[in-house]
């Protein structure tokens, strides 16, 4: 399957809401004028883009509607796309693959860490970049062998210690082994935390102290990617506002576009963050994780022009 068809899959549903919702209102309206922009600013705060971005999407359109009472269905769509891929500009994850990289895998309960992590570590496996996964979720029953299954199914090995273990003694032998086996890419799955809770706050600080004392020699580069679930809406907005307080983030990826039709909260994210999106989920498949690409996405979101 192509990127593109992976986006347009994915992305079905919120495509069908918006473009349904934009070619029922357009008929029934007959014209493109102030009104039909009213209802199309509900169906993209609907599609969960936020009421801000679903403002600021159709306020520079009705500017020129104002000024000569109505537009045409191409400028509608011609507008909306440029000024959504002027918030979501793709920066893509390429990092200097000389060096060790280590990639933190954080987030609330649930969203999708251990999947995108097993994902993740697939998907640059087989670019042929040597890869380790490390179990430092040593809390959540279960966590560890959810990460060696991924493990298998990716061929790439995974570093762990026994439930209830420190997780920054995972991070210190997932560090050491990195260095000894040459590993370019170490991508760390971690409990699922509330930004409310300081002692699994610390224990996230703990375990980036240790990575980036251990990753001095060899020039190590830390990445900390928080993921979101698409599902729950404008909250990823509010996660990602209380994380990005309490560590820097480097990228967002957002899980579970597919099968809802709230693919408008990477609009809603990126905007209020300023941080880039770098891979969506489009299912719970090892190939079902795609590098974020806004061009894409929005191609795979509105309606032919
Ligand atoms: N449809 C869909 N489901 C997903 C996607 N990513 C993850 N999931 C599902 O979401 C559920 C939770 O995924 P996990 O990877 O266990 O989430 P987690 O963040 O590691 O959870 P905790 O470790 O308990 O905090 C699983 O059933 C996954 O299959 C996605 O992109 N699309
Ligand atoms: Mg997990």
Known sequence: MSLF?????????????????????????????????????????????GVQVATKLTD????RVRKEGKVDREYVLGTLKDDMLAILETKP????????????????????KTTTAGKLAASFQRQGIKTMLAAADTFRAAAIEQLQAWGERA?????????????????????????ARGVKLLIIDTAGRLHNKPNLMSEMEKMHRVAAREGETVGAV???????DATTGQNAVIQARAFNEVTTLDGLIITKLDGNAKGGIA???????????????????IDDL????????????LPEA
């Open 155 to 179: 061929g790439v090995p995974v570093i762990s210690n026994t439930l209830r273990s420190d997780p920054a003694s995972v991070v210190f032998d997932a560090m050491q082994s990195a260095k």
């Open 93 to 112: 994850f390429r990092p200097d693959f000389e060096h060790l990289n280590v990639v933190f895998i954080l987030g609330v309960n649930g969203t999708g």
């Open 5 to 49: 068809d992976k986006f347009r899959s994915g992305l079905s549903k919120t495509r069908q809401a918006v473009t349904e919702g934009f070619n029922r209102v357009a008929a029934s309206f007959g014209v493109f004028d102030e009104d039909f922009l009213d209802e199309l600013e509900m169906i993209l705060i609907q599609a969960d883009s």
């Open 222 to 228: 830390i990445h900390n990617f928080l993921v979101l």
């Open 60 to 63: 520079s359109i009705r500017e």
């Open 290 to 301: 795609a590098p974020f690409d806004a061009e894409l996405f929005v191609d795979s979101l």
């Open 267 to 285: 609009l809603a994210v990126v905007e209020d963050m300023d941080i880039p999106l770098v891979f969506a989920g489009l299912g719970e498949g």
